[in-house]
């Protein structure tokens, strides 16, 4: 599946209405999404429908997740004892490896995140670690491998941070450490758990 380029992220946060920080450069929304001279503050008409998907669609897209690999993520955290599995969901979509890469300002964007764990740039607990998906343990370390240190993405992104380190994640030179397992709270944009939950409610996944 071809990944969409820097116009279709932008489009994709216009029509939620939302900036999501893990499609990389900020400014998705400055540009108005209605022609010149049409009021902007006329609002679509939307559904329950339409809402509660447009919250699901919110979670995917800044994570990077295709359908099927959201729905195992919520399998997952719909397993044992609990019954707030959004929050167990958000979790460990937050400490999955690319987005704790991303969150600690080695990369602007998730996206690019995930190709510095593919090229085995990134290490966790001084082990080289290259699956993207891997959900981190709390207490662990992540940081940038010695040879790069130098590497393009890295270095752009630390010269200009998309989000401030959260309060789970201690930031270190070229890395840091996972405190503690987030939830709902850690999200960095708008998001209604409520809605979320009411689109799969019917659903089975």
């Given at each position: 599946m071809k990944r969409p380029g820097k116009v279709a992220r932008f489009k994709i946060q216009r029509r939620l209405g939302t900036e999501l920080p893990g499609l990389g450069k900020a400014g998705a929304l400055e540009r108005r999404p209605y022609?010149?001279?049409?009021?902007?503050?006329?609002?679509?008409?939307?559904?329950?429908?339409?809402?509660?998907?447009?919250?699901?669609?919110?979670?995917?897209?800044?994570?990077?997740?295709?359908?099927?690999?959201?729905?195992?993520?919520?399998?997952?955290?719909?397993?044992?004892?609990?019954?707030?599995?959004v929050s167990k969901l958000v979790g460990r979509l937050e400490t999955r490896l690319d987005n704790i890469v991303f969150r600690l300002g080695?990369?602007?964007?998730?996206?690019?995140a995930r190709q510095l764990v593919s090229h085995g740039h990134i290490m966790v607990n001084d082990k080289k670690m290259d699956i993207s998906s891997y959900v981190v343990p709390a207490g662990s370390t992540i940081k940038v491998s010695e040879k790069a240190k130098e590497n393009q993405i890295v270095l752009q992104a630390q010269a200009s941070p998309r989000l401030d380190v959260?309060?789970?994640?201690?930031?270190e030179e070229l890395g840091g450490t996972l405190q503690a397992v987030p939830g709902v709270e850690a999200i960095p944009f708008s998001f209604d758990a409520g809605l979320f939950t009411e689109y799969y409610a019917a659903r089975k996944v």
């Open positions: 022609p010149p001279g049409e009021n902007g503050n006329k609002r679509k008409k939307y559904s329950d429908f339409a809402l509660r998907l447009e919250e699901k669609q919110k979670l995917r897209f800044h994570y990077g997740l295709k359908e099927e690999q959201l729905r195992r993520f919520i399998r997952d955290s719909k397993r044992g004892a609990g019954s707030n599995w080695l990369a602007s964007s998730i996206r690019a959260p309060e789970f994640l201690t930031k």
